[in-house]
């Protein structure tokens, strides 16, 4: 088992920043892509950003050039850097890890941090 465990959510105005945290722990995997995804109230969880183990990225174009993500592998650590957040990025933020070992590939999800973009 792979426990993704997330933090740095709030609350911020319009126009502020956020850095999201997403710490993998577990024993007998190795991780291949990490990234968040968020979902708002009524509506489908949606891809924000992708980072592969080789450090290859991937955004939602809503994002980019607001958004960066990144990745520590020696702390099996990924950030989302957030900035000049909209009340349109108001939502609970889920880090998911595609990981693997000799028994195959499986998919974590995290327990998600809210996100409140408000003036």
């Known amino acids: 088992q792979v426990q993704l465990v997330e933090s740095g959510g709030g609350l911020v105005q319009p126009g502020g920043s956020l850095r999201l945290s997403c710490a993998a722990s577990?024993?007998?995997?190795?991780?291949?892509?990490m990234g968040w995804y968020r979902q708002a109230p009524g509506k489908e969880r949606e891809l924000v950003a992708t980072i592969t183990s080789g450090g290859s990225t991937n955004y939602a174009d809503s994002v980019k050039g607001r958004f960066t993500i990144s990745r520590d592998n020696a702390k099996n650590t990924a950030y989302l850097q957030m900035n000049s957040l909209k009340p349109e990025d108001t939502a609970t933020y889920y880090c998911?890890?595609?990981?693997?070992?000799?028994?195959?590939?499986?998919?974590?999800w995290g327990q998600g941090t809210q996100v409140t973009v408000s003036s």
């Open positions: 998911r890890t595609d990981a693997y070992n000799i028994y195959g590939s499986f998919v974590y």
């Open positions: 577990g024993r007998g995997f190795d991780l291949n892509a």
